[in-house]
């Protein structure tokens, strides 16, 4: 069973970076991921990671960058020039272990971090 821990979250100010890390124990999932979600929103997708292949929300392509150590099983986001905006709580998420696409949906991902918050002040 696959299990995620994130850490890295915190309050930075506008045009600030934050670097999110992500955990995985158990069987390595081919794809992983990171959503976020606000209060009264559903978790919208942030940025997906499935080998060589990367896939970003318009919002934050440009900007945010994930990366995946395998030899460590960890997947990072980093994220630049942050904005207001982008405060949220991110969620590491990963997909069935025998996938390999990128999906934007939240229900096709099986397994979930516990979530770390990101503030971001104007």
């Known amino acids: 069973q696959v299990q995620l821990a994130e850490s890295g979250g915190g309050l930075v100010q506008a045009g600030d970076s934050l670097r999110l890390s992500c955990v995985v124990s158990?069987?390595?999932?081919?794809?992983m991921g990171w959503f976020r979600q606000v209060p009264g929103k559903q978790r919208e997708f942030v940025a997906g990671?499935?080998?060589?292949?990367?896939a970003y929300s318009d919002s934050v392509k440009g900007r945010f960058t994930i990366s995946r150590d395998n030899g460590k099983n960890t997947v990072h986001l980093q994220m630049n020039n942050l904005e207001p905006e982008d405060a949220a709580v991110y969620c590491c998420?990963?997909?069935?272990?025998?996938?390999?696409?990128?999906?934007?949906?939240?229900?096709?991902?099986?397994?979930w971090g516990q979530g770390n918050q990101v503030a971001v002040s104007s």
């Open positions: 998420g990963s997909r069935p272990r025998r996938i390999t696409v990128i999906a934007r949906c939240r229900t096709q991902w099986r397994a």
């Open positions: 158990g069987p390595s999932p081919n794809v």
């Open positions: 990671i499935s080998g060589g292949s990367t």
